[in-house]
């Protein structure tokens, strides 16, 4: 069974830094592609970033280019975003998300597996 935890999610004032985690398990996610989706209030679900496990390219929102970092580590079977320069903006639910082979890398609808969300708030 595949379990997404994320993780690390908080309270942070406009220009400051949080690092997300999502811990998976459940199989070997070698081939996988690993996303990073977020959801404002009111707002649709909207791309963020991915990335192969395996490595790779990495893709990045216009929205988020230049401040957060994609990445993982293999040893603790974990995805993490990197997120620097937050702005108000940046406040949403962020989701991790799992796929074999996603049609569309930036559309969450196209991703098998998901997270339970972690709440990210940047104050002004």
């Known amino acids: 069974q595949v379990q997404l935890v994320e993780s690390g999610g908080g309270l942070v004032q406009a220009g400051g830094s949080l690092r997300l985690s999502c811990a998976a398990s459940g199989r070997t996610f070698d081939s996988y592609y690993m996303g990073w989706f977020r959801q404002a209030p009111g707002k649709e679900r909207e791309f963020v970033s991915a990335m192969q496990w395996s490595g790779g390219s990495l893709y990045y929102a216009d929205s988020v280019k230049g401040r957060f970092t994609i990445s993982r580590d293999n040893a603790k079977n974990t995805v993490y975003l990197q997120m620097n320069s937050l702005k108000p903006e940046d406040t949403a639910v962020y989701y991790c998300?799992?796929?074999?082979?996603?049609?569309?890398?930036?559309?969450?609808?196209?991703?098998?597996?998901w997270g339970q969300g972690t709440q990210v708030t940047v104050s002004s």
């Open positions: 998300a799992a796929d074999l082979r996603p049609s569309r890398l930036r559309v969450g609808t196209d991703y098998q597996y």
